[in-house]
Each structure stands twice: as C-alpha cells, then as structure tokens.
C-alpha cells in the first residue's frame, strides 16, 4: 500500500486549517452583516457538510477510490471557489432576522444559506475522507494531519484578523485551498502540468480580480447604514481587529448629534462629532473637545450624569470607555482621578493617536489611566476601590429592543458581576448602570432583579435602602449605593430630575404619585417593577411576568433572553398589528435553526443510508445492531453539548465569543485527536469494560469543572493575558483527550463483528452533531450551562449502557 508523501500530509493539514478558519471567519462575518456570531449555527453547518460527506463517500467510495487523483483535487479546488463564492452567494438571499417573526419566507431564506455555506465543509469533508481511505495503513498521520490542521486554523484565522478585513480572509483562504492543490499535484500526476496551469490561473484571478466584489453586504437595518442615508455622510476611516470592525463616519452637511438619554429640556449640544460604528451598529462617537468644559454641559443632562449630583465624588472606574464620552461627561464635573477600561485596543488606539487632536488629548493627562481589558478580568487582578463605578450602554439600542442579543452571552449583567463591581465600591459609594428604555419593561426589570439578588448573596437584608432609579424619554439609569441612602441623596435626586424631567422610578419611600410624570407611560411600569420585585412577592411577580426576567448568573448569562413560552399564544395574534417587537426575534431565529438542522440532517444524512442499507451490507431482517444508533447518537449530541457549554463559559475568562471559540475548538479538536490515537491501547485491552474508563473520566472531569468553574474563573481572571489562555488550554486538554476515545473504541468493536455498519455509526452520529450544536444553545439559555453538561453526562451514560457488544 502506498504511503503518503509529506506534501500530501501538509496539503490535509492545508485543507482542514483553511475549513476550520472559514467557521471562525464566517462568526466574525456574521457579527457584521447581521447582529449575532451564530457560533451554534456555524458549528452545526461545518458539521453538516461533514456528515453529507461521509454518506456520500461510505456511498461512493468504491467509485472514486481509482479516481483518487482527480477526485482529491478536484475537491481541494471546488473548496478553494466555494468558501467565496458560497459566502458571496448567500449574501444575495435577504435574509433578516427581526422579520423572521412576521415573513414566514425568511425561513426559507435562513435554510438556503445553511445549505450554501455548508457546501466548503462538504468539500474540504471530501479530502480527508478521501485521504483516509486512499491510505487506509497509515490513517493515524491523516488524521494527525487533519487534526494539526484544524487547531493550526482555527487559531490562525484570529492572527490574520489583527492584519486583514474579514472579507480579504476569503481570498486567502481560496489560496490556501489553491496551495494544497498544488502540493498533491507536484507528485500525484502524470499531467501535473495541466492541474498546476489550471490552479495557477484560479490563483492569479483571485488576487488580481477588483476587491469590490468581496464587499461586504450589511444589513440595511443596522445603525450604520441607516444613517449612510443621510445626506452628506462618509465612511472616512475603517480599520479591523477579531474583537470588532470599526468604520468611521463623517457628515458634512447634517451635523452629527449624538448624546444618548439627553434630556428634553436640555439647552446645549453637543459639539462637532464623528459617529463610530462597531460592526455596523454600537455607534458611539468621538467628540470635538477644546479643553473647555462648558463645551460638555450636555452630558450633564443626561440620566447617567445622576450619581454626580449625589455627592463630591473623587476616584471613579469607567468600565466600557469607548470613544471617551464616560471620561468627558467625568472632567465636566471635575472628577480627579478616572481609571478607564476598554476590551478593544483598536478603539483606544484611534482616540489616543489618530483623533488625539480632535477629541482633546482626553486620554492623556494626570487625571486619567486607561487600560486595556475586560471589566470583571481588570477588577479581579486589582484590590482599588471607588466612589462610583460606571456602567453606560454598552449595547445597541435598536437591536436590544428588537431582541437580536437575546442569544448573545454577556457576563457584565450577572449576579457574580455585580458583587464584583460591589466588591471595588467604597463605603456610600455607588454603582451606577445605565440601559435603554423598551416599552414593555424588560431588560430594566430583569437587571433590577439581578442586583437585588446580587446584594442579598452579599448579605444585604433590605437592598430597597441602596437603591435609586431614574428614566428618561430614552435610558434608564440604576444606581445602587455601598450602604443606606440618605435623606440628603434623595432630596438631591428629586432635584436632579424636576430640573432635568426626569421621572424617578424608585427610591426608599417614594410613592406612585412622584412617578410618571414628564416622560409618560400608559402605566409606570418600572416602578410597579421595582416595587414588587423589593416586596415580599418577588418570585411570584417574576414568574407571572410577561418576560423573563429571572435574574442573570454566570450560569445562564443572557441577560437579553426575555421570551416565555406561556406568553407566546398571547402575543402572536398582535404581530399583524404591530405587536412583533414583543417577541424575541433571537431566540425564535435559534428554534428555526435547530428545525431546519434537524430536517437537513434526517434528509441528507439519515435518509439516505437508509435507503441504501441493503448496498451498504446490512440485512434488512439484522436486529443485532439496535444499540448502535443509540450509542452513536448520544455520543454526537453528548460530544457537542461539553464542547459548546465550555465554550460559552469560557468567554467569561477569554474575554470574547471569537477568542473562546478559537482557543477551546483548536483544544478540544486537538486534545480529542490524541485521545482517539491512545484510543487503540484501550480497544486491544483484555478488559471488558475498559470502554468505562474514558466515560468515566468525561463525567467526573465535566461534573468537576462545572461545579467548581467560579473558583476556577476567579483563578484565571487574577492571572496574566498569556498565562489565561495557557491555564485553559490545560484545563480543557484532559476532557478533550477523554472525550476523543468512546467513538474510536465503538468503531473499533464494529469493525471486528459488522463492518457494513460503519457507515451507519458515521452517519448517526453525523445528524447528533449537526443538531446538538444549536440545542446545546437552546438548553443553555433555557436551563443554564450546568444542566446541559449534567444532560451530557447522563447522555454518556446511556452511551455505555448501549456499548456495542
């Protein structure tokens, strides 16, 4: 049997980097031209072309195995067209979430593109499938090879992100696609010359083809393109990171205004601005500032200009600085001394070098200290306290109200985050957090309930007396005090708020008669909120709510999810007049995936082994294989459920869903190739139930990070940049290697007593994957991480009941 040369090893590690850094890719294309990184989407779509391949070659391998040079190459240069092509393709269907809940046809619209970009996956499926079965003696260093390739991209991909625009990683993925061609045909080929002709043709079309045709298609309703249409206004600047794509906008005829929860009776405004965008949305802006405070007078008409109205304050921590608007709205009331933090350097960057000039220097100067990092990762590696802590609208507004970060995990709004920022307040200092108003309440209700939750845990009796609230027209702001409110505070928030009217929604003693004022309502939502959420009926209030306003932990981090199924028969005979924005687009977006998975994966995978079981080998009379489907199914959902819940827990220590996703793919991908290698030794083992071990091990080591994952967080946030991602990869190396070994064991047995069922076990397993990935999700927002990993561990369960034997 021949053995495969390096270029041919180097050319599957090509193909497997280039497919595991286009799922990376398409997250961070995803988060510009729509709302969310659909990570569970893009995980369940490479699946599925895997699966589809691996029918499609147990079907046909016989066929293409004399084929096997052609079949290999053309399959690398259909990989290296499609990822393009098939994201360009898709860009062309108009698909848009937030209409999913009123045009039935954006589901249509939502499975075409599932199926298009599945398509490289298919292909790049191909090649290894294809390799392994060429040189079915050496397998171990085609799977290596696979599987070094896989980390090697998925990590590869966010270094190219710091140097290229996502859309120009496209093309160099088509390239790489093009360079593994040309390592197998330096040596496959009795014409090599044609195939190199042809893919060096391919090659110099992509590089020298105009770049407009990789533009990016972003959707007509996020921010940024809403205000494009506004006469005058430019994109003057963009520039690119894995944490964010920044665009720059500028408007030379209609003066940019931007100063969220300004209040009605304002008399200043702002100064000349520059909108900026972070993937199309989040605008912020940079402001014009001469050194003059007055200038600034504007901020301080704002609900979060509240707590500097309370007392004298003087150290203060900004946890979100952005382009600087927190910062300004703290010179303007003369604060001496400003930490700041920010996540995304590229942000710092332009306002501390390129805009210096423009925005006043703000980010120099002996008053301010900015530093570059997460809000709760800068806090537990510091021991300083403040006088007030500032939390201001760290989301966009018009996708919160539309309920497109429903799916999005955020730990700066969870119980364990809020006695942190407590922790770093000083005695009568405050915490102050502001949000956007919806109508109904929501997100207000459900951090009101979180805070209060959060102060109890910290052993708090009566959190109503540390507790003030206010509204505007716009935003909300909620200011919780380290001790009792004075009489004083309170006197000093009534006055804040007739000069500026602002309506008061709580504050130790207020009645309902001092509410709802100014900026009306049909009924004061808020405060009937806060009042029943302090009483003595608060889980009463919160589970007859409309929403879900549970409060938010570590554990279940979605702040943004509201939906309730018991609402949904109310609501939905409202979405014809106008009722739709009281449904969670998101998270409806998430049930609509795992339907259209669920069906791709019974019609291209299980459909069609069934059909074709009798060419596959098995009789159609055999019951002898009854518990394979189960053992292999479980696996699949099992594998995926661990993978996706660590994932989405590690962003808390990772700092940003690309960053989790990347490190813990590449680890567990990587970790579980080992464990599939060692694998062997077990499957040759005289044991019987030496199978046990590694499912064993998975629930113990699973149950153990699950449990104890604050301790093991609060750890890793007190350490190092480098030393963060070092301490996780160790972490996760075990359970990867351990999770690597059930399915190989399995395969093994099955090969040894009914080899026509591989297939089968393949297939199975396939349509468990491509589904787990989004109802991993699903369970995940509705019960919270240690429920599915404690599901995963009872699916492993049943997977060694149901061992074949």
Sequence with gaps: MMKPRLSMLAAVAIISASALAYEVLLMRLFSIIQWHHFAYMMISMALLGYGVSGVFLALNRDRLAPLFPVAIMTNMLLFSLSVPACFLLAQQIPFNPAEILWTPVQLLYLCGIYLILALPFFFAANVVGLSLYQYKNQVSSIYASDLFGAGLGSVGVIFLLFILFPEQILT??????????????????????????????????????????????????????????????????????????????????????HAPGLSLNAATEPPEQLAVFTDADNMSAITRYDGNPETLGYLDQTTSALPYHLKQLTGILILGAGTGSDILQADYHAIKHIDAVELNPLVID?????????????????????????????????????????????????????????????????????EEYLHHVSPDGYLSITRWIKIPPRDEPKLLATVINALKKTGVREPGRQIIMIRGWQTSTLIVKNGALSADEISRLKQFCDERSFDPVYYPGI????????????????????????????????????????????????L?????????????????SGGSFLLESGYLLLIAALLQAILASLLLIALPLWLCKAKLGIEADSKNHLHMPVYFFCLGLAFLFIEIAFIQKFILVLHHPLYAIAVMLSTFLLSAGAGSYFSTHLSHSPEKYAFMLPIAAIALLSTGYSLGFEVIAGFLLKTGHLSRYLYSIILIMPLGFCMGMPFPMALAKISQTTPALIPWAWGINGCASVISAILATLIAMQFGFTVLIFLAVALYGVAAWCFPE
């Design 350 to 418: 332009l306002i501390q070098r390129k805009y210096a000039a423009f925005a006043g220097d703000i980010y120099f100067g002996a008053p301010i200290n900015i530093h570059i990092g997460e809000a709760r990762g800068y806090l537990a590696s510091s021991d300083k306290t403040y006088d007030l802590i500032n939390l201001s609208l760290l989301d966009a507004f018009g996708a919160s109200a539309a309920g497109l970060y429903s799916m999005a995990e955020n730990y700066l709004y969870t119980e364990q985050a809020i």
């Design 560 to 576: 943004f999810h509201f939906f309730k199924w018991r609402t949904l028969p109310e609501i939905l005979p409202l979405l014809r």
């Design 511 to 558: 009645s309902e008669g001092e509410v709802n004022r100014f900026n009306i309502q049909q009924q004061p939502y808020l405060y009937q909120a806060a009042a029943a959420l302090l009483g003595d009926n608060s889980p009463a209030f919160i589970d007859a709510y409309k929403f879900n306003i549970e409060p938010a932990t570590d554990d279940k981090p979605y």
């Design 172 to 257: 160099v993925l088509t390239l790489s696609g093009i360079l593994a061609a040309l390592l197998v045909s330096s040596y496959t080929f009795r014409a090599s010359k044609h195939w190199t002709t042809v893919s060096l043709i391919i090659a110099l079309a992509v590089i020298f083809i105009p770049t407009e045709w990789m533009t990016l298609k972003v959707s007509p309703y996020k921010s940024l393109n809403q205000l494009l249409h506004v006469p005058g206004t430019k994109i003057i600047d963009r520039y690119s990171s894995p944490l964010g794509s920044i665009s720059i906008v500028k408007s030379e005829l209609t003066p940019l205004r």
